[in-house]
């Protein structure tokens, strides 16, 4: 089986963590993702970045032609992660259309370079100078996804021809790039450190070092009325405290500096990314893990700034996150960040695409209200759209899912580290685990060895923070007498991993259960747009409330009962029969007459009753939401 290591550490980087290079995930829920993602969306993509005019630029570029160029100036890189999807995709199982178009695709970019290794159509096309406006051209940007793009079809497919196009790109941009010139957007500082690794080129890595020790001084031109901070560019990164500015970019920036930190065994710079790490998780995440309150730069906001139905959360954010929470977990071995990853993965990532593969969300609100009708094709309340004009979030969504065997497991000199649990295949080194679960709807996960050196080693098992009363089942030999969890002196609790280690046989058998069931999650009071609401998650997924099932009343006007008795509800018209919806009891808000009006009173004035009732709720998963109708939904519901 190929490496399809996404991030592979050099084998003197400092990190704790090192990840497991040969993980199939075969069938269940991210399975799915996975078969929709290769027969629907990865197809797709490339028609719709075709009908875009972008491989129109690469074929202007490769005649020599100038003139016109098609779409927005960052149109390369929707073909340079498309060709990362495709590649990740073939490593999986490889033949078909995918490669011939695969192969064409990468022969026409390396058609398009020119001969001292540049390549951006745009400015190739317009005739503008390189780098000459590196604030807004995103010339670096598309240059980082051509180099991800690269890494990825030689370690999925071991061809070089897209690496060799890319190096010829980083050797260009080592020798003529001008001193201290940055990209207004972050990108390229991850794609180097990871072309580095690939290649072992030192000035690669010493370029990104030097862009991340240069970013946030200030040093690149503002347009509009946006400050620095949207490009990155206000505080050093060794001296923030906290992410903000353009979301996307933000984590594209995290993500290069924690590879930089840990090839250059940075312990300060590390630092100072775990806590610009800790404070946005405390202070300015959703809970579905969506990132980005502000519509106006896209951009975070301020320290729980997080209404619901202004949430900008981009699907390129929640993508970025995951990057960054990977290599941090990489580089520390602590379970939160694989926490964040999960939570992101099954309630932010996954929204931004449809059930059938074929529409996608840009912006993920987390309530929309009735009536809503907002000018703006990213707005939630419009639903998923078949594409985009600034169409960057499809192709990301379509690499990560490509690739997303590459996040469930690591290892090191102990042993080995699950931490995303799906069905399939772990191999790392001489242990060979095999993986049965129907997870996330339900909380059994089995491990069973399969190979196993004929020494001591440690199996670790991540326990989500919100797993309280998982318990753990270790059987030895298929006759063995199974010992369950606190029988051995080993707890098990939530927030953490918990190890087994011993001499292992083939056959020896784990097993995990997640309790999974409905819960209710309240905000700390300082989200005070959530205060007196509560939301209702099971598992690692986060629900909503959708109009879709609840006919002759409006979701705005529903509530919770105080005792709303969650249970698990019978599956859903409309959605896969695997879905488990909860149900619960609830009210829904009177109408009074004077409500047309002002929609103020006295708050001492006479009232009649608030609420109506009783009324049945249904909520489902948040990411199946709009796959039968765009209409009202929310995630937090008041509690009467």
Not at 425 to 445: A, H, N
Not at 480 to 489: E, I, K
Request: hydrophobic share 40%; aromatic share 8%.
């Amino acid at each position: 089986m190929s490496d399809d290591s996404v991030v592979r550490p050099r084998p003197e980087a400092a990190v704790t963590l090192r990840p497991a290079s040969g993980v199939r995930i075969e069938g269940g829920f991210w399975g799915e993702r996975q078969r929709v993602n290769r027969d629907v969306t990865i197809p797709l993509g490339g028609e719709r970045i075709r009908e875009s005019g972008t491989f129109a630029n690469l074929e202007a570029a490769a005649r020599g032609a100038g003139g016109e160029h098609r779409g927005k100036v960052f149109a390369d890189s929707d073909v340079y992660k498309w060709l990362e999807a495709v590649a990740w995709e073939r490593g999986r199982a490889d033949g078909g259309e995918l490669a011939r178009s695969y192969q064409e695709a990468v022969a026409l970019v390396a058609a398009a370079q020119r001969p001292d290794g540049y390549l951006h159509t745009h400015t190739q096309l317009t005739g503008r100078e390189p780098y000459s406006d590196l604030a807004s051209s995103h010339e670096l940007y598309c240059a980082g996804h051509l180099m991800q793009a690269a890494v990825a079809g030689s370690r999925a497919l071991g061809d070089g021809t897209l690496l060799r196009v890319a190096t010829r790109f980083a050797d260009h941009l080592v020798k003529d790039l001008p001193a201290a010139a940055l990209d207004g957007h972050p990108q390229i500082e991850t794609a180097l450190a990871e072309l580095y690794r690939e290649t072992g080129a030192r000035p690669y890595l010493d370029l990104a070092a030097r862009m991340v020790t240069d970013r946030g001084r200030e040093s690149l031109p503002l347009k509009g009325h946006h400050g620095p901070g949207i490009r990155q560019d206000r505080v050093p990164l060794r001296e923030a405290t906290t992410v903000e500015g353009h979301a996307v970019r933000a984590m594209y920036l995290a993500a290069g500096a924690t590879d930089v930190a840990v090839e250059t065994a940075d312990g300060d710079l590390l630092a100072a990314l775990a806590r610009q790490w800790r404070d946005m998780v405390a202070t300015k995440t959703y809970l579905t893990g969506g990132l980005g309150s502000v519509w106006y730069g896209e951009q975070f906001g301020g320290p729980h700034e997080l209404t619901p139905e202004t949430a900008y959360c981009e699907t390129c954010a929640a993508v970025g996150s995951v990057q960054w929470s990977w290599r941090m977990l990489l580089a520390t071995g602590e379970p939160a960040f694989a926490d964040l990853m999960e939570r992101t993965l099954f309630n932010a990532v996954l929204p931004g695409i449809s059930l059938g593969g074929d529409r996608f969300f840009y912006v993920n609100a987390l309530r929309v209200r009735a009536d809503a009708n907002p000018d703006d094709r990213r707005a939630a309340a419009r639903g998923r759209q078949d594409w985009y004009g600034t169409a960057c979030c499809p192709p990301n969504v379509m690499r990560l899912l490509s690739s997303l065997g590459h996040y469930l497991a690591t290892r090191d000199a102990e042993g080995v580290q699950v931490h995303l649990y799906a069905p399939g295949t772990i191999r790392t080194g001489d242990v060979l685990l095999e993986v049965e679960t129907d997870y996330p709807w339900d909380g059994r996960v089995e491990l069973v060895v399969r190979e196993t050196p004929d020494r001591p080693w440690t199996l670790a098992l991540r326990i989500p923070a919100w797993a309280d009363g998982a318990g753990v089942e270790t059987r030895f030999g298929a006759g063995g007498r199974p010992v369950a969890s606190g029988a051995d002196g080993r707890p098990v609790e939530a927030g953490g991993y918990h190890r087994v280690r011993r001499t292992w046989r083939p056959g020896d058998r784990v097993t995990l259960d997640l309790a999974v069931r409905p819960r209710l999650t309240v905000a700390v009071p300082r989200l005070d747009v959530a205060r007196g609401q509560v939301a209702v998650e099971r598992g690692p997924l986060v629900y909503c409330l959708e109009q879709a099932d609840h006919p002759g009343v409006i979701v705005d006007d529903l509530c919770l009962a105080t005792d709303p008795g969650l249970r698990d509800g019978t599956p859903m018209t409309g959605l896969p029969a695997e879905v488990v919806p909860v149900t619960a009891r609830g009210r829904a808000h009177v109408h009074r007459a004077d409500d047309a009006g002002f929609p103020y009173r006295a708050a001492g004035a006479p009232r009649e009753p608030e609420h109506e009732g009783p009324v049945g709720l249904t909520f489902v998963p948040y990411y199946t939401w709009a796959n039968r109708g765009t209409g009202p939904m929310t995630i937090w519901a008041p509690m009467h």
